[in-house]
């Protein structure tokens, strides 16, 4: 074979790698690097109900359940009420006394209600804050090839895919800051709930102690099950 042939060959078959697409976008690639993965967090903040549904949502949640203890510590009260105009003398101290601890519960219940509703709202409060500051994810379809990248090198700039995926790193690094902020916000709220006291114990006396042995071992860090615990 002549070798103006042979070499025309050459160039075409260098000519040809140069060309030839030699890299293409990675989101997992970006994903692994930034040790984030933004376009799936970015979909699981946008599914389900906007922010005026949630919202609305906590209020009526919050609401609810301040109300229903707060009749049940009405009719408490006007029980209480009518047995003193019924009763008279130690009759009517003795109910009063009985009743005490179950109006003492249903009035701390109704306080932790709404300790429990705000909880509420401030975790809906936070979702929707990282939902709506998170920037969107960047697209990195782009390609490029070895003349393109040596192009590029030699005046300084970059191609299409490097321009697509610095974007798309820089976006994922702010949306990872943007949930470690939230995390961060709201891990108090998650792992510290407002608890519940066990109502009172029919009988009074060692049954009332013994409710209240419960609850401090349910509110308490060392409880069985709690790391560190017995």
Partial sequence: ????????MGV?????????????????????????????????????????????????????????????????????????????????????????????????????SQQAGDSIERQVGAFLQVRDSMPEPKKVDATDNLLEKGGAWLVGSETDLQQQEREATAAAQHAKQTYDTYDNNIRGEVQNPPRFEPPPQPGGGDQGSAAQTRSASVNSPMSAGAPGGM
Wanted: hydrophobic share 40%; no cysteine.
């Fill in 12 to 112: 075409a078959a260098v000519g040809a790698t140069l060309l030839a697409p030699a890299d293409s976008g990675s989101l997992s690639e970006i994903a692994q690097k930034v040790g984030f993965n933004h376009p799936e967090k970015y979909r699981q903040l946008h599914e389900g109900p906007g922010s005026d549904e949630m919202s609305a949502a906590a209020r009526e949640l919050k609401e609810d359940i301040k109300t229903r203890f707060g009749n049940a510590l009405d009719l408490l009260e006007q029980a209480n009420r009518e047995a003193n105009i019924a009763w008279e003398g130690r009759a009517a101290e003795q109910f009063g006394t009985s009743t005490k601890p179950m109006t003492s519960f249903l009035a701390g219940a109704q306080q932790t």
């Fill in 1 to 8: 074979m002549p070798i103006p042939v042979l070499i025309g």
